[in-house]
């Protein structure tokens, strides 16, 4: 368990100083806001000279009391840590380097790698349970309260709003909004991608009136398990089988020649972007 807790941290630590770096160089030297409480404490930052990571653990000091009081004390306790080393790493990187004279020959780059090293950030500390603070501690507040509300919607609501006073906060440039949006874009593309396992797979499902005649090749031939699901024709009334298979990637040209093999099958298949469970990963592995 001791194990368990130490790499949760050590995950934290790592995304807490990655998305630290990212805003540094990357947001506060492009002169626009990503959503949330980073946004609000980086137009603080942009309109005195108080630096964002104080902003940063001031702003999310009631929600982390909060978190405490309503939600999951390993959700508070992970959330916590992860806004105070942050908030920390900002405050260190301002004292290092008070204003970063990073330059971009385009100015688009800023706002995707933010996005990515933010993104980075937000769903390694999710994967472990915890938040990054700020909206998230919101949104799970008003999850655990109204469990079938919408809370993508109060999440985008919140981000739009705050995109839209850096339209104000940055001398009226337009291209403050778009580099937020796009920020926000890649932000939530990349906290999905870390989100999901590395386990992506195919899964395979085989309509047919005989899953006997599959049964040695799938389990001995292609080294794999598999599930059958008895079913009827709608048409016909006839008795069907539904073989339901997932595999790697790599096994997918195996299992289409085997495939070719029989008539009379109806096969369909369906990219899977997470697998977890008792799956066979490696080629050598035994089929349970």
């Given amino acids: ?22 805003l540094h160089y990357f947001v506060y030297t492009a002169n626009f806001a990503p959503t949330g409480v980073d946004g ?5 930052q942009a309109g005195t000279n108080v630096g964002a990571g104080v902003y940063t653990l ?19 306790i992970y959330t916590m840590i ?14 290092i380097d008070p204003t970063p004279t990073t330059t971009f020959d385009h100015e688009i780059l800023p706002a995707v790698f933010s996005g990515v090293l933010i993104g980075i950030r937000t769903g390694l500390v999710l994967k472990v349970g915890g938040s990054s603070g700020g909206v998230d ?23 739009y709003v705050i995109i839209g006073v850096s339209f104000f906060v940055y001398d009226n440039n337009i291209e403050c909004i778009l580099l937020s949006i796009i920020q926000m874009f890649v932000f939530e593309k990349t906290v999905s991608s ?8 195919v899964e395979f ?49 195996d ?19 997470s697998v977890n469970g008792n799956f066979r990963w490696n080629k050598d592995d035994v089929a349970k």
């Fill in 1 to 22: 368990m001791f194990i368990k807790y130490a790499k949760d941290i050590l995950f934290i630590l790592a995304g807490s100083l990655i998305s630290a770096i990212g």
């Fill in 40 to 44: 609000i404490a980086t137009m603080l």
């Fill in 58 to 76: 001031a702003l999310n000091l009631p929600l982390i009391i909060l978190s405490f009081i309503f939600l999951d004390k390993k959700f508070a």
């Fill in 82 to 95: 992860s806004i105070v080393t942050m908030s920390i790493m900002l405050i260190i990187l301002k004292a």
């Fill in 137 to 159: 501690i919101v949104a799970a507040i008003i999850q655990k309260k109204k469990p079938y509300a919408n809370i993508e919607t109060y999440i985008a609501m919140i981000s």
């Fill in 194 to 201: 870390v989100m999901r396992s590395r386990r992506n797979a």
């Fill in 205 to 253: 499902k085989i309509v047919t009136s005989d899953p006997d005649l599959l049964k040695n090749d799938i389990l001995s031939n292609l080294k794999h398990g598999a599930t059958v699901i008895h079913g009827q024709g709608m048409f016909t009334g006839a008795d069907k089988s539904i073989i339901l298979c997932v595999v790697n990637l790599r096994q997918v040209p």
């Fill in 255 to 273: 299992f289409m020649k085997l495939l070719k093999k029989y008539d009379n099958l109806f096969v369909y298949c369906t990219n899977i972007s």
